[in-house]
């Protein structure tokens, strides 16, 4: 017993001390990974835990000039975990799961691409409905990063053209984006 005791004792004191990774240096690592979910210059037109009516905003919103149809990317290698689409709310949306269990939120969209899209109607279709949401296993829509995935928009109940991003941990929980290198110039 007390052989295991002093192994014990010699394990802790051989385990890394400082530099301890943190949620946050976790995040800034993921970071290094993800890329960029449009092709301009990153302009927020909303922030992360800015106060709205009823709740607290859980994304960033990203300006598209005014405009939509506007390439979407995915931010990082994964798959399609979730379509949701709907007259209000986030209007048409995309989940993407990636491997290290973060999910990219993209909403407010005006159409997927063709791939997506042809998902979405055979749902659409089987439901007899236009408003729907559902789950997709992961081999079903694989992404890769880069990867053309939506066209931005105005759908929902969103107040003029915009891509509302988020990043979410493996329990659906927000995370500002800020914390994996999604930063605008502070004018």
Known sequence: MKSLLTYFVALLYS???????????????????FQS???????????????????????????????????????EQGYVSRINVSGSGYGKALYITHP???????????????KIERRLRQEQYAKESFSVDFSLKPHEL????????????????????????????SLERPINPMKFGFIAPDT
């Not at 301009?40 to 405009?67: C, S, V, W």
């Not at 939506?150 to 969103?158: D, E, R, V």
Request: aromatic content about 6%; some cysteine.
């Open 37 to 75: 979910p449009v092709d301009i210059p990153i302009q927020l037109a909303g922030t992360y835990g800015e106060p709205r009516k009823l709740h607290f905003h859980t994304g960033i919103d990203i300006r598209t000039n005014q405009m939509e149809g506007l390439n979407i990317y995915a931010v």
């Open 15 to 33: 385990l890394p001390t400082g530099n301890k990774a943190t949620p946050d240096s976790l995040h800034q690592a993921v970071a290094l990974s």
């Open 142 to 169: 694989p992404v890769a990063k880069g990867e053309l995935v939506a066209l931005s928009g105005n759908t929902g109940g969103s107040g003029g053209p915009h891509l509302h991003f988020e990043i979410r941990d």
């Open 100 to 114: 290290r269990g973060y999910t990219s939120v993209y909403a407010h969209l005006l159409c997927f691409s063709e």
